[in-house]
């Protein structure tokens, strides 16, 4: 009996489901949340893309990936993790909202007048300021750009190649990532 990856409920004939890009092994009743995925043989038809050891998995080691074909390769295949659209994403400093509140402040500006000079409500402002809600990327742009601040988080792009957590065997478990607040 397998456990279906959606409700939890026991299944002994799975069905394999796409759901939002992840793929899922799911019961009978959790089928209608995603399309039913065709297993193919691995007979010796060509596919689209390759997964052996051919040729062109050393010309895309090189690349970012955005062809699409080395995003079939298995994990286990050199030990190089496959990059993901949040890689060229920025991460936002924890305390952007002391940075926006401390430049305004700096150039004597109220709240009211900094939404003003950057076209932006009022209420927005006041919610970064308290960390309730994060600036988009256009607004967080705006305000490094007339502030003179920087919002990212310094260090934040090299994290994973210097975290050191782990097995030996390369294989993570929650324990490895989690912080706990004690």
Sequence with gaps: MVQCE???????????????????DVCSNCTDFGTEVKQTSSSSTSTKYSTGSSSSSSS???GT???????????????????????????????????????????????????????????????????????????????ERFLDIDLSAEGASGGDSEWSGGSSTGSYTLGDVVKRKD
Aim: glycine share 10%; charged share 35%.
């Design 6 to 24: 959606m409700c939890g409920a026991e299944t002994s004939s799975p069905k394999t489901i796409k759901v939002e890009g992840a793929e899922l």
């Design 65 to 143: 990936g955005s062809s699409g074909g080395s995003s079939t390769g298995s994990a286990s295949s050199g030990g190089s993790r496959r990059q993901d659209m949040f890689d060229d994403m920025e991460e936002l400093a924890t305390d952007y909202d002391d940075r926006v509140r401390n430049a305004r402040e700096d150039k004597g500006l109220s709240q009211s007048e900094l939404a003003d000079e950057l076209n932006e409500k009022a209420s927005l402002i006041r919610k970064i300021e308290r960390s309730e809600t994060l600036p988009s990327d256009r607004v967080q742009s705006k305000l």
């Design 60 to 62: 895309s080691s090189g």
